[in-house]
Structures are given as C-alpha cells and as structure tokens.
C-alpha cells in the first residue's frame, strides 16, 4: 500500500508549529506571562521580596523587645527621627511593624506565596496538562496580588503611620481613627490591600478548581488513570479515546482491578 503525501497537509502542520514556538517577547514572557510555570516563579520571586521585608520589620521589632530603650543604629536607618528618635522604636510604630510583620506573613508569604507558587506549578503537571485552564485569569490572580502588595507596603509611608491595630484587626482599634494613629489612613490602605488579594485569590481558587474539574480542556492530555486516582469524574475518561493507551487504561481504572482479566487482550 503505497501513501500519498498531502503538500498543503504539511505545509498547514509546519505553519501551525510555527505559531505555537513564535518568539516572545520580554513582556510577553516575563511581565504579562500566562504560562503557569512563569507565573508560580513570579508568586515565588514576589513572596520572597516580601518575606525580606517582613524580616526586617521583625528584626526591629525585636531588638526593641531584647533591649528595651536601647538606641540602635538600624533601627534609626529604616524609620527616621519620626517614628524611631535618638534610634529608639516610638510605641506606635511598634504595633504598626508588629501588625504589618504579620500581615505579610500570613498573607502574602505562607498563603499566597506558597500555593501560588507551589499550586501553578504542580497541578498541572499532576493532571497532564499543558497550562492552566485560562492563563489570562491565572495572570490576573497573580497582578492583583502583586498589586495588593504594593498597597500593602505603600500604607508604611503614610503620615499618620500604618495600620497599627494588629493582623487580625480587631476593633475598636481598627475602627476608630481617634484610638490610634494608624487607624487612620493606614488602616484604610490595609484594607483596601485585603480586598485586592481577596480578589487575586478568588481568581486563583476558581482557576485552579476549573482546571480539576475540567483538565482536558483547550485540547490538554489527560490520563484516564490519573483522573481516576484524582478522583475525577470517570465519564472524562472518553477525552483521551484517541490517545495510544490511554482509552484502555481508563475502561480499566472504571472497572477496576477485579476486573482487569476481562479487559486485557489474551
């Protein structure tokens, strides 16, 4: 049996390679990327800034906890003659670096830095997949977190102070800007910066269940087998049909073991 080779069939596959391996440009790659492992490098690189700030506000904090009235040099360098005179921590600005040191710390290290690095990159290579679902709202969720941290530390040079009324903001001190100076304008950036990463990891959520539920959508390869070991629903099996063992695979994951005898080709 002889085969005919199809020109234009050739030509069309070669043009289609083509544009899935274009360049990209800086921005498109490493600013605005919609690729899940760029994007859970820029979770990661934004966590890591962050967690460095909040070192530092915890290392001033703390010398001012061991050595109470003593003057020290860096803690002048970073706060001034306003909030640190003679290089002692004034005690508004000890509760404001107290709460600000634990509102990054949970949210923007240990919640937002760890599963958005850890859960865009991994996921899909769990499930087989070549991206997210939708890589523009898995951007979104990532700016709207950087963009929350920059809020964040923008509230630090108001000149009222930031918000002082600890991380978990509890009233009266987070609501009355008469019972204490960060509860002013601070506070206000404070929450405004909550409402952003709020936003940002609602996104996130959304996206990272849309691609659990449906990973083989955009045309993604899936693997019967690992749906079924992630518990996935068994009629997505028919997805990978025209893939070379993959169909077999997943009418024996649905059958399961017991029935493996039945199903294998003698």
Known sequence: MSVVAHPQAADSGHAHEEHHHHKESFISKYIFSQDHKMISKQFLVTAIVMAWVAMIMSIIFRLQIAFPGESFAFTHFFLGDKWAPDGVLSSSMYLALVTIHGTIMVFFVLTGGLSGTFSNLLIPFQVGARDMASGF??????????????????????????ASGGWTVYPPLSVLPQAIPGSGAGMTLWLFSMVLFVAGSLMGSLELYRHRVEPAHKGHAHDA??????????????RCAGLPGLSERGRLADHGPHARHELLPQ
């Open 137 to 162: 709202i898995n951007m979104l969720s990532f700016w709207f977190f950087l963009v929350a941290a920059f809020v964040m530390l923008a509230s630090l040079f108001v000149e009222s102070g930031p």
């Open 225 to 238: 087998a690992t749906a079924h070991h992630l518990g996935l629903p068994p009629h997505r099996h028919h």
